[in-house]
């Protein structure tokens, strides 16, 4: 089989809008990278970055399931000794709750130089405002 190479100005962007309201994180997040990806896309080619624009709103809003809310730990590191960090889901919900689903869809993308392209093009929101009306997003109905 053949893998066909596309040019950038070959490439059609599309901005799509998810509200995250009520959607259980792990489901929508696979959904979002998945888009974010192109695998939707029949011109879909794993080694360039052939996918949409998304933007998430209502980030404060998503559901977990079970004990997740305060058993869930999210870890970081400071680059200095013994400088591990580490927060709850229910803590860095009250903080920075686009983070929480930033973090779920990074996690499912390329851990390379084109899955950090990928991640440019997610847009998280905590409330309902946003700054991408120009774009005129399509409202992404998610299956779950």
């Known amino acids: 089989m053949k893998t066909t190479a596309f040019k950038k100005i070959d ?7 998810v509200d995250a309201k009520d959607k259980i994180l792990g489901r929508m997040a696979a ?14 080619t794993p080694n360039q970055d052939l996918g949409d624009h998304v933007i998430v709103i209502n980030a404060e809003k998503i559901a ?7 058993n869930k730990i999210y870890y970081h590191h400071t680059g200095y000794i013994g400088g591990i960090k580490s927060t709850t889901l229910k803590k860095l919900r009250a903080e920075k709750p686009e983070r929480i689903v930033q973090f779920a869809i990074q ?3 390329p851990k390379t130089k084109l899955g ?9 929101y905590a ?18």
């Open 11 to 17: 490439v059609q962007e599309k901005w799509f809008i």
């Open 64 to 70: 977990v399931t079970g004990k997740k809310e305060t």
């Open 116 to 124: 950090n392209a990928m991640v440019k093009k997610l847009k998280v």
């Open 107 to 109: 996690g499912m993308l």
């Open 31 to 44: 959904e979002v990278a998945s888009i974010l990806r192109g695998k939707h896309k029949t011109t879909f």
């Open 127 to 144: 409330g309902e405002n946003h700054p991408h009306r120009a774009q005129q997003p399509e409202v992404l109905q998610l299956s779950s």
